[in-house]
């Protein structure tokens, strides 16, 4: 059974900074490229970061130079972090998990909420 169980979401100050884990079962971590999206109230979830199977990164604009993203394969784990925190990054963060190639196969976490706010 495929597991993705997303974790460090909670409340924060603006310009503070939160890193979110999300630990994988049930797959072979390596072979899969890993993401982290994200729901903002009324608004439809858009892509934050991933990182290839390789460690090749792609970040969102409104995120880059703020956020990063990166993965132990030790762990089986994907890690988001985040600095300088905005209110307009109040969302609920998602774990992805995709397989591209002969098999393809694509995972979601349940989702972490993150509030920025005074």
């Known amino acids: 059974q495929v597991q993705l169980v997303e974790s460090g979401g909670g409340l924060v100050q603006p310009g503070e900074s939160r890193r979110l884990s999300c630990a994988a079962s049930?797959?072979?971590?390596?072979?899969?490229?890993m993401g982290w999206y994200r729901r903002a109230p009324g608004k439809q979830r858009e892509l934050v970061a991933t990182i290839t199977r390789g460690g090749s990164l792609n970040i969102a604009d409104s995120v880059k130079g703020r956020f990063t993203i990166a993965r132990d394969n030790a762990k089986n784990t994907v890690y988001l972090q985040m600095n300088s925190l905005k209110p307009e990054d109040t969302a609920v963060y998602y774990c992805?998990?995709?397989?591209?190639?002969?098999?393809?196969?694509?995972?979601w976490g349940q989702g972490t909420q993150v509030t920025v706010s005074s």
């Open positions: 049930g797959i072979i971590f390596s072979d899969y490229a």
């Open positions: 992805n998990a995709l397989l591209m190639g002969f098999r393809t196969a694509n995972y």
